[in-house]
């Protein structure tokens, strides 16, 4: 996936920042927080998440379905996209 090589030092930046907000779940689990502080760090998580995941969708649009020469691999692609976008929605 080209996309993912290009936009490398991105993405990864997002997979730190959810390590971080991960890591203070856990913090506030381990420290005895209140649920809606523990709540709040889930949402901000689930968020960051839900981010990295639509940045990812999004390179694989542009680069394997939008700028797909080939009329049979841009379905394909397009495809596999709708199934991953299907099991996400769950």
Request: glycine share 6%; charged share 30%; hydrophobic share 45%.
């Amino acid at each position: 996936m080209a996309h993912i090589q290009r936009d490398k030092k991105k993405l990864l930046t997002r997979v730190r920042r959810i390590a971080g907000q991960v890591a203070a779940l856990e913090q506030a689990l381990e420290s005895g927080d209140d649920c809606d502080a523990v709540l709040v760090q889930i949402a901000a998580a689930k968020g960051a998440m839900h981010g990295l995941m639509m940045e990812v969708m999004a390179g694989h649009l542009s680069d394997h379905v939008v700028a797909e020469k080939d009329p049979a691999k841009r379905t394909q692609e397009a495809g596999l996209l709708l199934e991953l976008m299907k099991r996400h929605a769950r």
